[in-house]
């Protein structure tokens, strides 16, 4: 593997772009592993990566049923950001958000992580109480967030539309300015290098199939489509699908998925500054560096695995955009795709250890997971190696959900992330 | 757009009059002191999340704005067929759906 770095490109530049080596190899499955990860998003492969960096452990397969970086990761709208409510909540995003801010110089590798700020809108009087309680809450917890006038956050953003008789007014606006953006593939193909790199066998086109347990009731490996991988333990991050891979161990979940959607628009020079949210009418905005601008919507009503949602809430976002940016309502749009989002009942991750012995599972990001990526695979690594959770994941368990202790950012936001 | 059929209106409409209202068939403790936490756990937030035919409730908010019970294959999103709440669960052989 070629180290990228001022000197490589102009080496490379003079001799015809001859010297770059392939970034990961194209792994076939061995006869067994200390660790299987199932599931080539972000947060598996990142897992591989911080399983080989930190703790040592370098016989590990993520196995992948289409291609690295294909779910989720590869079909978000990239927001990062960490001013969630609950203190659990704060400390995981935040870390989280430190690991990102290192994590182009940690892979060598440009995940292009762009703090350009995240302004979130309130539209009436619940959502600046409730957007103020966040900023007070997240300053307790040394997490920056600041809460800006309608003219203050026109000038932050001057697309956007504060008059007095908008469809949706904007009373007041959260801004985290330390939050922002990134490529989501660059994430991907950053941690899957730099695993690959250590020795983890990167394995695509091969669904696990089931996961199989022995006569103690411990995890024994996973079935695959090319066949029985043995392996001591068993991390599952397979976001949307969750459910039905658990399922086969007999660990039945508290998830259920459902289709998000984002599209982009023709791609136009520089013109929009920063992110933008608005919860309460379900739209969010920003521009790509090749131009884009990217939208998202939220969660279509139904469950599904179809990585498809309906038009009538693409119809309801645009409209929506169109009143909060009068600017774009001539804008084209070019494409727009759906993923498969596994929601839990209160809206925040499960990360840690399952009843089974061996099987881990990371999961229930739903809408808003790919800010997590560096922070979930960190600590997801941790859980593996240690076969006990890390300070920061610790109460992010399956259990709460009998135990009660739920960490409800559902109530806290009523709304995607 | 799904195209779901009203049981008691007897059309087949377009998904926007319709509000989804998750899995069906989940009924709830008759004596909630007597269950034990796991089957708390397991009422209020475990679901099968079924990949394929899912049991699930649908309200036709813009009509009748009655409940009714659909099966839906969670890969196509085809609605394979409806029935009225407090029927019997069908088999898909019931609804005529080749397995
Ligand atoms: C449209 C959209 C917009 C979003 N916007 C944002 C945003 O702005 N900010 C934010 O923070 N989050 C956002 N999210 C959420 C975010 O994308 C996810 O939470 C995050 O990417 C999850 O990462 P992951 O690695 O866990 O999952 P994924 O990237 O989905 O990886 C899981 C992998 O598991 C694989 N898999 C599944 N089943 C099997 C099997 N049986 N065998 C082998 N492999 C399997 C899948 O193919 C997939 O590649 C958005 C999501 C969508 C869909
Ligand atoms: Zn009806």
Redesign the pocket.
């Known amino acids: 593997m070629t180290r990228f770095s001022a000197f490589a490109l102009v080496k490379n530049a003079l001799n015809g772009q001859t010297g770059w080596s392939e970034q990961w190899p194209d792994a076939q499955p061995k006869a067994e592993y200390d660790v299987v990860i ?7 492969l990142g897992a591989a990566h911080y399983l080989a960096k930190e703790h040592g452990i370098t016989n590990v397969a993520v ?4 291609w ?13 950001r960490s001013n969630y409510l609950y203190d659990e909540s704060a400390r995981l995003y935040d870390h989280a958000l430190d690991l990102w801010e290192g994590l182009s110089q940690e892979l060598n590798y440009n995940v292009m992580f762009s703090r350009r700020g995240v302004l979130m809108l309130a539209h009436n009087v619940h959502d600046v109480q409730s957007f103020q309680r966040h900023v007070h809450a997240n300053r307790l917890n040394g997490v920056d967030n600041t809460w800006l006038t309608p003219e203050q956050a026109k000038e932050y953003c001057p697309p956007l539309n504060i008059s007095k008789d908008a469809r949706y007014p904007v009373l007041g606006a959260a801004l985290q300015k330390r939050a922002g953006t990134a490529r989501h593939d660059a994430v991907a193909w950053g941690y899957a290098r730099s695993a690959a790199a250590r020795g983890v066998d990167i394995v695509q086109n ?4 089931a996961i199989r347990r022995g006569p103690s009731g411990a995890v024994e490996g996973v079935e695959t489509a090319r066949g029985f991988i043995r392996a001591r333990k068993v991390a599952v ?5 969750t459910s ?2 658990m399922d086969s161990a007999g660990v039945r979940m508290p998830l259920e998925s459902f289709p ?3 599209l982009v628009s023709e791609p136009v020079k520089p013109c929009f500054p920063c992110v933008v949210m608005s919860n309460a009418v379900h739209a ?1 905005m920003s521009q790509s560096d090749k131009g884009e601008l990217v939208i ?1 919507s939220g969660t279509d009503q139904y469950t599904s695995y179809s990585q498809r949602g309906g038009l009538p809430l693409i119809e309801h976002t645009l409209a929506a955009i169109c009143e909060i940016f009068p600017i774009f309502t001539r804008m084209r749009m070019l494409r727009k ?5 596994d929601v839990t009942p209160d809206r925040s991750a499960i990360l840690g250890k399952t009843p089974v012995e061996g099987l881990y599972v ?2 229930g ?9 560096p922070g ?1 695979a960190h600590t997801l690594a941790w859980t593996v190696a240690k076969d006990e959770p890390h300070r920061i994941n610790a109460p992010f368990t399956l259990d709460r959900f009998r135990t009660g202790r739920l960490i409800d950012e559902a109530a806290a936001a009523a709304v995607a ?1 | 757009m799904l195209l779901i059929h009203c049981p008691y209106c007897d059309e087949s409409l377009p998904e926007m009059e319709f509000a989804y209202a998750g899995e069906a068939h989940i009924a709830r403790p008759v004596d909630p002191n007597a269950v034990s936490d796991d089957e708390w756990r397991d009422h209020l937030f475990v679901r099968s999340n079924v990949r394929g035919p899912h049991y699930e409730r649908w309200r036709h908010v813009h009509g009748c704005a009655r409940f009714f019970n659909a099966v839906r294959d969670t890969v196509s999103d085809r609605v394979l067929g409806t029935y009225a709440a407090g029927a019997p669960r069908p088999s898909l052989a019931d609804l005529g759906v080749e397995e």
């Open positions: 199932v599931g080539a998003g972000g947060h598996g196995i992948e049923k289409g690295l970086g294909g779910g989720n990761t590869g079909r978000n709208t990239t927001i990062i091969c669904p696990v199939t991050s397979a976001a949307g699908h039905v891979i998000l959607q984002a969010y998202g795709w759906g993923g498969t989002v990371n999961c990001w739903g809408t808003g997971g790919f800010k997590a990526t979930a992330h």
